[in-house]
């Protein structure tokens, strides 16, 4: 179920805790499995709650508290774009609208070809460089205004198929 | 590196607009940065690493005892960068030294108050000065662990911050005997994940243990009762960050670099209608106008109508008034706001306040843990209502209901994010009542005129 490189990643988020506190390691894990499989699947719960020695329950519970964490499959790429006051006063908004045009979903949605799941999300902590958008949760792109945000859709979309 | 992270990288920010802008005054925790030089060998040639070696008597001198240490962030007057301004000295006091078991020490980076985007530059470009500054502390109160807890948006600062780690440890700077001394400290780095409320000293506590970020009750404090049950000591970033200047020179000459009560410099995060947002590192009492000129003035063709100063949580001040204050915690308070993290959101004079305070409200009712009834229930009344005058559906009556649901939050729950969803409210409808009522009366007279 559970590569060995995957548990080598593991094993080094759970060094940093106390030998009884694993449990402390459950965030990085679900986000390794994230990085690695794109969500959180019930089964990747099922794997950490043995790995950590957790109830699989409380696993889920750290899944679901999170706002980060994908539950459902996303698209290749999730684009989330901050909205909130600062970066509203940026055109936040504005780069979401153009993302929605663009790409012909509406926020929460995924492009029909599997691509790019579009959301809007709460402050990213980067509220100077607004417009912000973080891609697939590791990658923080900055002043994103409309021209930027077609460049990066556009290079995305080529990239793939050149595949 | 696959060609899709090499697209995504040419968006990254380098850090120029924010920190790299040369508009700092005295600049201690940002100066002499330029993006490239984050490095230990960097941190060292700008004199990094020697405050611990001179605690530790490293440097042919005699070093310095615990109390020695306390004394001098004492002296400095350094008060808490995470917001509420809790005297960082006095804190460090607190900890029970003699405690028998294992003690924590715990960095706050979870920066997640919209506005506020100056920790996350500190990591990047100077994540030793945080580590040293958390070595330090960690010798001050005799504590042998401590965790880095890193806002999970940011996982580029993250990596960073490891690699940092890494460096200092294979320096002799973190790890057993530190130095060839009898002193040990192992330090790590933790992620968030999306939520805003583990910022919450108590809820970051509950997510380092790997639970849900749900805030505990206040006493005990986790001086007393902390990670895993164990007094812990947590401090902001920039507050670790200013300790390593403050040893090399002295509390007194910290505090005489500020103001009385309000020692050192400060880092704003200006954001919103200016020319320039970006981080700007000034001494505390630093008049807001001259921060405001750094950051470029209001846009151009435009006037300054409203500031919120001390990121979303802290009330929102008219131009006239925040004209006229110094930048420091006690000016801020006495203007009837708070300085809080110190983003500085900036609004000009074509805002709405009403679409302002609707989005304010939105953040709150998401971010809202759902532990307590008047937090869960109260910010998801505060937006409907907002939502609804801003819709220009209001009722007259609405303005005296957001007055009485904000007042029933206040003071009434397990953690300050009620009082943060709640104080925005009562201040908006303060200063701007008039725009909140001229929406509804339009509502009332177009609802008269079509009966
Ligand atoms: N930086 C950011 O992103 C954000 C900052 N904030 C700020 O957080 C502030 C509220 O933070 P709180 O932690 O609720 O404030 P608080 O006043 O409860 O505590 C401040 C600090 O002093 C310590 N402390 C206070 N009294 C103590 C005592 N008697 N014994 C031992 N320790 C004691 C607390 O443990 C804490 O570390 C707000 O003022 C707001 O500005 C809020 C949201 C986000
Ligand atoms: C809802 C909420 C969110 C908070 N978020 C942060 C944060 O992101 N960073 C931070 O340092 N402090 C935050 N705080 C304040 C912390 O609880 C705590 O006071 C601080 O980390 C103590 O460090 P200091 O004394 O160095 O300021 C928050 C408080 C509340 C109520
Ligand atoms: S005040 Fe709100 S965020 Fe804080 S503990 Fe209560 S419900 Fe949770
Ligand atoms: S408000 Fe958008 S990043 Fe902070």
Redesign the interface.
């Known amino acids: 179920m559970i590569s060995e490189a995957t548990k080598a990643r593991f094993a080094r988020e759970v060094a ?3 030998a009884e ?1 694993k ?6 894990c ?2 390794i499995v994230q990085q690695e499989q794109g969500h959180v699947s019930e089964a990747s719960e099922a794997v950490i709650a043995e790995y ?1 020695g ?1 109830p699989q329950i ?1 696993v889920h ?2 899944t679901t ?5 994908n539950q459902q499959a996303v698209g290749k ?1 999730k684009l989330a774009v901050c ?4 970066c ?3 055109d936040g908004a504005k780069a979401l609208e153009h993302l929605e045009q663009k790409l012909g979903v509406s926020m929460g949605q995924t492009t029909a070809d599997g691509l790019f799941t579009l959301q809007q ?10 417009p912000v958008m ?2 697939n ?8 205004g409309h021209e ?1 945000l077609d460049q ?1 859709v556009d ?2 979309r080529a ?1 793939e198929e ?1 595949k | 590196m696959s060609s899709s992270a090499q697209i995504l990288a040419q968006f990254q920010s380098a850090g120029i607009e924010t920190c790299f802008h040369g508009r700092h005054i005295d600049p201690q925790i940002y100066a002499d940065l330029n993006g490239s030089n984050w490095t230990l060998k960097d941190y060292e040639a700008r004199g990094g690493y020697q405050a611990l070696r001179s605690i530790l008597g490293k440097d042919g001198g005699e070093g310095l005892t615990q109390d020695q240490v306390i004394a001098s962030v004492k002296e400095s007057g350094l008060r808490g960068r995470g917001g509420a301004g809790f005297p960082t000295g006095l804190k460090w006091s607190f900890m029970p030294r003699q405690f028998p078991g294992q003690k924590y020490l715990v960095c706050n980076s979870d920066e997640g108050e919209p506005g506020t985007c100056k920790d996350r530059d500190i990591l990047m470009f100077n994540p030793h000065i945080v580590i040293e500054g958390m070595i330090i502390a960690a010798y001050a109160m005799g504590i042998s662990v401590g965790y880095n807890y890193i806002h999970g948006e940011i996982f580029q600062v993250y990596e960073r911050f490891e690699a940092a780690l890494e460096e200092a440890r294979a320096a002799g700077y973190l790890g057993d005997s530190i130095l060839g001394s009898a002193f040990s400290f192992q330090l790590h780095a933790h992620h968030g994940f999306g939520a805003y409320i583990c910022g919450e000293e108590t809820a970051l506590l509950e997510s380092l243990e790997g639970k849900k970020g749900q805030p505990r009750f206040k006493p005990p404090f986790p001086a007393s009762f902390g990670l895993y049950g164990k007094p812990t000591t947590i401090n902001n970033t920039e507050t670790f960050a200013a300790v390593p200047w403050i040893i090399r020179n002295g509390g007194a000459a910290y505090l005489a670099c500020g103001k009385p009560n309000n020692g050192g410099t400060k880092i704003y995060s200006v954001s919103g209608d200016v020319e320039r947002p970006g981080n700007y590192e000034v001494p505390m009492g630093t008049p807001f106008a001259k921060l405001l000129e750094l950051a470029g003035g209001v846009r151009t063709g435009r006037q300054l109508k409203a500031v919120i100063p001390g990121g979303s949580s802290s009330p929102v001040l008219p131009a006239s008034i925040i004209m006229e204050c110094t930048m420091d915690y006690d000016s801020i308070a006495k203007a009837g706001s708070m300085l809080g993290s110190g983003a500085v959101i900036v609004m000009d004079d074509s805002r709405c306040m009403v679409e302002s305070l609707k989005r304010l409200s939105y953040f709150y009712m998401h971010e809202s843990c759902g532990q307590c009834t008047p937090c869960r229930e109260g910010t998801g009344w505060l937006w409907r209502l907002v939502d609804r005058i801003h819709r220009g559906e209001g009722r007259p009556q609405d303005m005296d209901v957001l007055d009485s649901v904000a007042s029933n939050i206040m003071g009434r729950t397990i953690c300050a994010l009620g009082d943060a969803a709640a104080m925005p409210v009562r201040a908006m409808i303060k200063h701007f009542r008039p725009e909140f009522e001229a929406l509804i009366q339009k509502n009332v007279s177009q609802a008269v005129a079509s009966a």
């Open positions: 940093k805790y106390p506190q449990q402390s390691a459950v965030m990085a679900l986000a950590l957790m409380a519970e750290v508290f999170y706002n980060m964490y790429y909205t909130n006051l600062p509203l006063l940026r999300c709460e402050c990213l902590g980067a509220c100077a460089d607004a973080l891609v949760d590791r990658n923080m792109c900055s002043f994103m930027k990066l290079a995305l990239a050149k």
